[in-house]
């Protein structure tokens, strides 16, 4: 058990910063999945393409997209992780090497934060005492325990979350009329985006109506661009 969960307190008090590592995965696989084949969807309709084109696109981008997401979130996250592990090793190297330098980094750090000079001292040496390497990572380089990097989990988190948001405009552009299939997808994507602006706030403690918003007035500036494009491109074609 982390210090973090052992500490104790006189009341329950949640937090949702624990969440930030998947809900950022999952919030951008499901956004980019709705807003990428939608708009995929709508340039291909305004060029002209009847149903099977439409469909066969918005399949396609819908898997090249999930495998996308994983391996980008995977590398990113991977990159993270190892970048920590290798401050990890420097900072024991140090201690193990350099106790009174770093002694001096913390205490001139708590100082930085509005410790008097001896209850900083004070502070360093005892959080030294118990646990020295844990102090540095913390109040020096910024590593806590409170969301380490998972590689795995983000990217089986994008890739899945890609493919649910995908599905919603790929299962109305193959069962809207083809007349009207622009129009349909667009209502179906605001809807999509709108719900996942309002679902990503309520689990992250954020306001609904602003994050749902700003979700939905970059996606219709996707759609209206990609769909303009595509009038255009099947126009000279």
Excluded: C
Aim: charged content about 15%; hydrophobic content about 50%.
């Amino acid at each position: 058990m982390s210090d973090l969960e052992q500490q104790p307190s006189g009341h329950d008090e949640p937090h949702l910063s624990f969440r930030t590592g998947w809900l950022r995965a999952a919030v951008m696989g499901a956004n980019d999945g709705i807003l990428s084949t939608a708009s995929l969807i709508a340039g291909v309709a305004a060029g002209g393409g009847d149903r099977v084109a439409i469909v066969l696109a918005g399949t396609a981008g819908l898997v090249a997209g999930a495998m996308s997401m994983a391996a980008g979130e995977y590398v990113s996250v991977s990159s993270q992780s190892d970048t920590e592990a290798a401050d990890i090793e420097r900072e024991k190297y140090e201690l193990e090497h350099n106790p009174e330098s770093e002694l001096e980094e913390l205490v001139a750090i708590y100082e930085f934060r509005g410790l008097s000079p001896d209850l900083a001292r004070q502070v360093a040496v005892e959080l030294t005492e118990k646990d020295a390497l844990g102090a540095h990572l913390r109040d020096e380089i910024g590593i806590t325990d409170l969301s380490p990097p998972a590689p795995v989990q983000a990217a089986v988190v994008s890739a899945l979350t890609f493919a649910v948001g995908a599905a919603a405009p790929l299962i109305v552009a193959a069962m809207a009329p083809l007349s009207g299939l622009i129009w349909w997808v667009g209502i179906a994507t605001v809807l999509a985006l709108a719900l996942l602006g309002a679902l990503g706030a309520q689990a992250g403690g954020a306001p609904k109506l602003r994050a749902s918003a700003r979700v939905v007035v970059w996606g219709v500036l996707a759609m209206a661009a990609t769909s303009a494009i595509g009038a255009i491109v099947g126009t000279s074609l």
